[in-house]
């Protein structure tokens, strides 16, 4: 056999074995990684993907959370995964579209690295103040902060976390640079202005919404320009004059570049089927979610919302981080 013969009688054994292995798949539990702490916001998320994927496979998808540099570290160990469909990814705005802004040396390609799959959920983000912070709206929060902004620490998920960047375009309107403290998600954070050591942060609405309803934190603005169904008592912040801070980050799932399109078509469908059931609906509604509408759902709409948003977000927050 000549050597290109062999070579293309390789790549017809890998193409068998991969058919093979994507009509099985899957037959082993599944990891997915979750590059945030247990009890935020990703987590959340992708417990409820992970439910969904459970459910219409057949298999144990089991969630690992990888937290750390704003959910990079955990984004990365997906992207150098095998392509195999065994290890996915559960990432958000921040991971895989708005990663490199804030990261020369990444070490992943958002768009080269990975296989969308589908659009979970989407958010927007409430500023949240520790309890005995000294304003109740959002104009007397930047009336304090503008006078006090070295005294304040902002509690966020890592730079680069959907929770840093929301702050900054907060911080960047009001002109401000307070202490940006780093943690390995939101419920950390959130732990930290429960004891008082943050005064305040930026987070997607269902990681402060037990808290802001029992009234341990308070809620001054959401940032979108429309109020939240969850907490309709909250201001938006368009409507208390600050447009600027308009954040309402996604969720969705990946697997690494070169996973066998059966497999990135089984995740697909199972995703979409569970999206449309009413149970997951309610739960994410009750989340404060966006819910995902079915012609937004799969890899073609991800993919395109990932390009869209980094080039929507990519010059708002170079502007923001230079300001
Ligand atoms: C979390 O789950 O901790 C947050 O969603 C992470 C973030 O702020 O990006």
Redesign the pocket.
């Known amino acids: 056999m000549t050597r290109r013969w062999m070579a293309a009688a390789v790549v017809l054994m890998m193409a068998g074995m991969n058919g093979a292995q994507a009509q099985d798949y899957p037959a082993r539990p599944v990891t997915m990684i979750?590059p945030?702490?247990a009890?935020?916001?990703?987590?959340?998320?992708g417990r409820i993907v992970a439910d969904i994927f459970s459910r219409y496979l057949g298999q144990q998808f089991v969630v690992e959370n990888v937290?750390g540099a704003?959910?990079t570290i955990g984004a990365l160990r997906a992207a150098r995964a095998a392509p195999d469909g065994y290890t996915i990814l559960s990432g958000?705005m921040?991971?895989n579209a708005l990663a490199a802004a804030f990261y020369p040396d990444l070490g992943y390609d958002v768009q080269k690295d990975f296989e969308p799959i589908g659009l979970t959920a989407e958010y927007p983000e409430l500023l949240v103040v520790r309890k005995d912070f000294p304003a109740n709206t959002l104009g007397e929060f930047v009336t304090y902060a503008k006078a006090n902004a070295g005294k304040l620490n902002v509690g966020?998920?890592?730079v680069?976390?959907?929770?840093?960047?929301?702050c900054l375009l907060l911080d960047a309107a009001i002109g401000i640079k307070p202490t940006m403290v780093p943690?390995?998600?939101?419920?950390p954070?959130l732990n930290a202005m429960l004891s008082g050591e943050i005064d305040y942060e930026c987070?997607?609405v269902l990681?402060t919404l037990a808290q802001v309803r029992a009234g341990s934190v308070k809620a001054l603005a959401i940032a979108a320009s429309k109020r939240s169904p969850m907490l309709p008592d909250v201001p938006t912040s368009h409507e208390q004059g600050l447009g600027e801070f308009d954040c309402a980050?996604f969720?969705a799932v990946f697997v690494p570049k070169g996973t066998p399109k059966p497999i990135i078509d089984k995740l697909a469908e199972a995703l979409n089927k569970g999206l449309g059931e009413d149970a997951v609906q309610k739960r994410l509604a009750d989340l404060g979610a966006e819910l995902v509408e079915p012609d937004r759902r799969g890899p073609k709409a991800l993919a395109d919302l990932v390009r869209s948003e980094a080039a929507r977000l990519m010059p708002i927050l170079k502007a923001a981080t230079e300001k």
Do not use: E, K, M
């Open positions: 979750i945030f702490a009890g935020g916001p990703a987590d959340i998320t937290g704003g959910g958000h921040g991971t966020h998920a890592g680069g976390s959907v929770s840093y960047i929301g943690f390995t998600g939101t419920a954070v987070d997607p990681g980050p969720y």
